[in-house]
């Protein structure tokens, strides 16, 4: 499982363990009935895909460059033009540079929380924490207000998400993978792949086994065995049997032409496994790349591993979603929790950037999204927004509009508390065709 520890200590962990019908930690089965969704809303995207870019990426470097700011601000990296005129990206990203009229970049997106945990709590729900409750992150609302299958996890996290139900539940978590594809590996999915040889019949043998259990022990109460043998057992068993749920997580059934583009990076087959399984029809999934927390080495750490394989996973689902005829349903955000500091530290002997909230990039796409388009500026040195700026809150706005969802909706806490999706939030509305 791939891990990344920022410098304040925090790591990104599992927040939801899901096992076989009889595994340890919460089961299939109990991840079902905890994952019931609520009313359809429709909307121009009827799935999403979140991308975190874990430990808070420079925009300086990447989407937001300044070649004629200073040296101790501007760094070692050159713009690149894009295959939109007028925009340019970082050197390093030629792959998305070639695609930029498939997403739009927000510059300028400012807030004031500088720790790891609370900025990656904002961007993952759109609201400032608060100490007495926690929001939902944006695949536990899509979970709650979209109908799935029933044969299919609605919300699946590859490895793992720092999204979670929040006031809404536990039922509203993602199904974490708990690992990455490896290209030439089968990859399985712990309560989904039938492995250690069972087979199908055998669970048929199981379920047959609980059905006559149930018939035996019919009219006891409080039995603890019939309370997993209701209709979320049922669905388990729907998923376990059903070869559509296990193919949706077979990327080998993917051609070689279109797998290609996607490489053999973790994150860019984590990309190639998103875009299978929307179109198999699961909801909303959650995609992490880390160590962008560069404090020492930014530039080399930049060059030689984070923006070639951020460049190529992304660039290839811009083009895979495409191709499977999914970009225009299927709302696409990339974040981290903050930018990093326009001057350059001397901590190393090339220099890093620190934690900078005050400005920072986001990227959208997909559904209604109109790409080729760059909303936002920054001011000379990209220390601050040149004019009023777009808040988290804005653009998760943006992201449940373009999913359909009114983030002005009213949910209820567990104790009747009305509380509103994103409290502070307003569409950006030039970012939709």
């Keep these: 499982m791939s891990s990344f520890r920022t410098c304040d200590g925090v790591a990104r962990r599992d927040f939801l363990k899901v096992g076989f019908l009889a595994g340890a930690g919460l089961s299939l089965s109990g991840y079902l009935r905890l994952a019931e969704a609520g009313e359809v809303r429709q909307g121009a995207a009827d799935a999403g895909i979140f991308i975190n870019l874990q430990g808070g990426p420079s925009h300086m470097d990447t989407f937001d460059l300044k070649p004629d700011a200073p040296a101790e601000y501007r760094g070692t990296f050159n713009p690149i033009k894009t295959n939109v005129p007028g925009i340019e990206i970082s050197e390093h990203l030629p792959k998305l540079a070639r695609c930029a009229d498939k997403y739009a970049i927000l510059r300028g997106v400012t807030h004031t929380l500088g720790a790891h945990q609370l900025g990656t709590e904002y961007v993952n729900t759109g609201n400032r924490p608060l100490p007495s409750l926690e929001y939902p992150g944006y695949g536990a609302v899509v979970t709650k207000e979209k109908a799935a299958?029933?044969?299919?996890?609605?919300?699946?996290?590859?490895?793992n998400s720092n999204q979670r139900g929040g006031f809404l539940g536990v039922q509203y978590a993602p199904l974490n993978t708990a690992a990455t594809p490896r290209p030439g590996v089968p990859f399985s999915?712990?309560?989904?792949?039938?492995?250690?040889?069972?087979?199908?019949?055998?669970?048929?043998?199981?379920?047959?086994?609980?059905r006559d259990l149930d018939t035996t022990f019919a009219g006891f109460e409080n039995n603890q065995l019939l309370d997993g043998l209701d209709r979320f057992s049922q669905q388990a068993y729907s998923i376990i049997t059903s070869k559509r749920a296990r193919d949706a997580f077979d990327i080998s059934q993917e051609s070689p032409a279109f797998a290609k583009p996607f490489g053999e990076d973790a994150f860019g087959m984590s990309c190639l496994l998103a875009a299978r399984l929307v179109e198999s029809g699961v909801k909303f999934v959650t995609i992490s790349l880390g160590g962008w927390d560069t404090h020492q080495d930014n530039f080399t750490r930049l060059k030689t591993n984070l923006l070639p394989k951020?460049?190529?996973?992304?660039?290839?689902l811009f083009g895979g979603l495409e191709q499977k005829g999914l970009l225009g349903k299927t709302a696409v955000f990339v974040t981290g929790e903050f930018g990093r500091t326009p001057k350059i530290n001397s901590r190393s002997a090339e220099g890093g950037r620190d934690h900078y909230p005050r400005c920072m990039f986001m990227l959208m796409a997909g559904g209604g999204v109109r790409g080729g388009q760059v909303l936002g500026e920054s001011d000379e040195t990209a220390s601050a927004p040149k004019n009023e700026g777009y808040s988290p809150d804005d653009v998760a706005a943006s992201f449940y509009h373009n999913l359909g969802i009114d983030h002005t909706m009213e949910y209820h806490s567990d104790t009747g508390r009305p509380i509103t999706i994103v409290r502070d939030g307003t569409v950006i509305r030039p970012l939709f065709a």
Excluded: M, Y
């Excluded at 669970?203 to 086994?209: D, F, G, I, T």
């Excluded at 951020?310 to 290839?316: I, T, V, Y």
């Design 149 to 159: 299958s029933v044969d299919l996890p609605p919300f699946v996290a590859i490895p």
């Design 189 to 210: 999915v712990r309560g989904i792949a039938l492995g250690n040889g069972l087979t199908v019949a055998e669970v048929e043998k199981r379920q047959s086994l609980l």
């Design 310 to 316: 951020l460049d190529e996973g992304l660039a290839a």
